[in-house]
């Protein structure tokens, strides 16, 4: 499998496949990656580079910065697959094509089987993700709770059967950004779900 970025746009995603050793970033035309409806990009706002150990993303002097996993970055950052980009308005989900076994779900596999409860948290979880704004995470357990009046615990639950049935590991508010990439790449939710 190839190293590519998802980009998420009001369009939905893309694919673009990360050839070569440095692919720059901008709304600049003259970018291998070029954003141009992306008011608050700058022109030439970032770099991703290719090195033996993977990928890495530096910020170049842009003025709203470049954010990896909702933290803004300020020297070059080492990504993992399935880290979230944020440069300007636009998103970005690295997909290295290096991921050991059993840690994130092959691309273009089904979604798995989800009880009603599941995919209404899923819903909740990945309701904000397309709503506009910038830098935005996943919902909360508490934000998911309120919003089907269950308790916390229960919400709690749910996404840890969740990240069982899609192949998540790991620790932290990480893992709540990966699930909902998960799931919206696996259609286990769509965006007439979350309208």
Same mark, same amino acid.
């Given at each position: 499998m190839t *190293?590519?970025?998802?980009m998420w746009g009001p369009a939905g995603v893309s694919m673009i496949p990360l050839g070569g050793d440095r %692919?720059?970033?901008?709304?600049? &035309? /003259?970018? &291998?990656v070029a954003v141009p409806a992306d008011r608050i990009m700058s022109r030439l706002h970032a770099v991703f580079e290719h090195?033996? @150990?993977?990928?890495?993303?530096? &910020?170049?002097? /842009?003025?709203?910065?470049? $954010?990896?996993n909702g933290r803004r970055i300020w020297q070059e950052h080492a990504? !993992? &697959?399935g880290d979230? %980009?944020?440069a300007g308005a636009s998103r970005f989900v690295l997909r290295s094509g290096r991921v050991p076994a059993g840690q994130v779900t092959? @691309?273009? @596999? *089904?979604?798995?089987?989800?009880?009603g409860r599941e995919r209404d948290v899923l819903v909740q979880l990945c309701r904000p993700l397309l709503d506009g !704004?910038? $830098?935005t995470e996943p919902a909360s357990s508490r934000e998911i709770a309120a919003a089907l009046v269950v308790t916390e615990a229960a919400v709690k639950q749910h996404l840890l059967r969740l990240y069982?049935? $899609?192949g998540i590991s790991g620790e932290g508010e990480k893992r709540r950004v990966r699930l909902a990439n998960e799931a919206m790449a696996r259609n286990a939710i769509t965006r007439t779900d979350l309208g």
């Open positions: *190293a590519h970025l998802e %692919i720059t970033l901008g709304s600049s &035309d /003259s970018n &291998d090195y033996p @150990a993977g990928w890495c993303v530096r &910020d170049l002097g /842009s003025r709203n910065g470049t $954010f990896v990504l !993992a &697959d979230e %980009i944020r092959e @691309a273009g @596999a *089904a979604p798995p089987e989800l009880t !704004a910038l $830098f069982e049935k $899609f």
